[in-house]
């Protein structure tokens, strides 16, 4: 069914895919699988079909790098030991990245990757999820505040994160799937918003001022800290900086943040 499709398309986009750090820990199979796997069978029929992929790459292939701003073309990519099975994404996806550059290199298909740096929005998880602490920051922070529970700073909340609003990553990304003056082959592109770079102990404080805007002295929980491994388990390492450089971006979409 899905190769009678990409047999029909001219573009695939391969959206498909956990993205959720606790899932990495709790369940790197489950990611391999999905992330890996299915995508890997997409890739090749992409390239049998000789047809246009837009992958979703990730901010993750850059991993912990120490480079202060992460570049597509010349920055190297830092993931941890095996056993941190957080990296089983990161990795997923890296693998994916070169398969698609080696069969373009090839002549098998086209494409333009791109790695969105915590995008945020409407539906990014649901409420449920966050409760269980399973999804990402911003709907855990939010989950906690409306429940009045303490919001909490993994390893102190001194990592910062560049969040990025949905329309804007969106935008871009129909920026690329346009493709109108046809020079997106082969390119890589970082979405995000470098001049939002965040502490998440200063995100935690915006949105409890911002909730305490909204009803005064309501929020009763306080801000505490727990380490990764209390928070997430044995197999997590966090990211201490992630700034994407948009250049290539703003140069080839036309589009900035
Ligand atoms: N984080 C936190 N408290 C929480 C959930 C997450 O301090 O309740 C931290 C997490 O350790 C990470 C950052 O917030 O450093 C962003 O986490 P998220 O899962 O949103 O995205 P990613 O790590 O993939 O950027």
């Known amino acids: ?19 959720t750090p606790n899932v990495y820990v709790k369940d790197p199979l489950k990611v391999f699988q999905l992330d890996f796997e299915a995508n890997l069978k997409i890739i090749k029929w992409v390239a049998k079909y000789h047809k246009r992929i837009i992958f979703p790459s ?24 095996v056993h941190k099975s957080r990296w089983i994404y990161s990795c997923s996806k890296q693998l994916l990245d070169r398969v698609i550059i080696a069969y373009g290199e090839q002549g098998d298909l086209d ?53 990025t609003w949905i329309d804007e990553g969106i935008a871009a990304l129909v920026n690329i799937i346009y493709n109108e003056k046809d020079e997106l082959n082969g390119k890589i592109f ?15 404080q915006l949105l409890i001022d911002e909730y305490d805007k909204l009803f005064p002295n309501k929020y009763k929980g306080k801000l505490i800290t727990k380490s990764q491994k209390e928070f ?3 197999g997590y390492e966090d990211i201490p900086v992630r700034v994407p450089d948009i250049q290539e971006a703003e140069r080839l979409l036309n589009w900035s943040p």
């Open 1 to 19: 069914w899905i190769e009678y499709h990409i047999r029909k398309c001219d573009v695939i986009i391969p959206l498909v895919a956990i993205a």
């Open 58 to 81: 990730t901010r993750e292939v850059y991993g912990m790098s120490p480079e202060k701003i992460f570049n597509e073309y010349t920055t190297t990519l830092v993931v941890g030991p």
């Open 111 to 163: 494409y333009t990757l791109f790695r969105p740096f915590n995008w945020i929005g409407p539906k990014l998880d649901s409420l449920e999820q966050a409760q269980l602490g399973n999804g990402r920051v911003l709907p855990i922070f939010i989950h906690n505040l409306l429940h009045n529970k303490d919001l909490i700073l993994v390893g102190g909340g001194e990592q910062t994160r560049c969040l």
């Open 190 to 204: 970082n979405i995000g918003s470098p001049g939002n770079n965040l502490s998440i102990k200063k995100l935690a």
């Open 232 to 234: 997430y388990g044995k």
